[in-house]
């Protein structure tokens, strides 16, 4: 079992930084591939990026390539999803989820948090 917190959403204007981070409870957090997604509003959840437990491989979706980073930190249990140049259409409820499958796919995470709220504004 593996329970996931996000934090780090706000407001922020176009061209604006933000860091999501994603704290993973249990003790087996490094054997899992986390993913971010995202869902705007009256929109279907969408894949953001994902990094493989190893950290050896990290993906991303073509709209944030570029733009987006995640990185985990297994010491601390937590993936991090650094945004810059923040567009307006990235603003949505994100998401963190974790898999034991290296996928992209909502279907393949077992595990979901919350989620925490990114505002782009103009």
């Known amino acids: 079992q593996v329970q996931l917190v996000e934090s780090g959403g706000g407001l922020v204007q176009a061209g604006d930084s933000l860091q999501l981070s994603c704290a993973a409870s249990g003790r087996t957090f490094s054997s899992f591939a986390m993913g971010w997604f995202r869902q705007a509003p009256g929109k279907e959840r969408e894949f953001v990026a994902a990094i493989r437990w190893d950290a050896e491989y990290s993906y991303y979706a073509d709209s944030v390539k570029g733009r987006f980073t995640i990185v985990r930190d297994d010491a601390k249990n937590t993936v991090y999803l650094q945004m810059n140049s923040l567009k307006l259409e990235d603003t949505a409820v994100y998401y963190c989820?974790?898999?034991?499958?290296?996928?992209?796919?909502?279907?393949?995470?077992?595990?979901w948090g919350q989620g925490t709220q990114v505002t782009v504004s103009s």
């Open positions: 989820a974790a898999s034991r499958r290296w996928a992209i796919t909502i279907a393949a995470y077992d595990y």
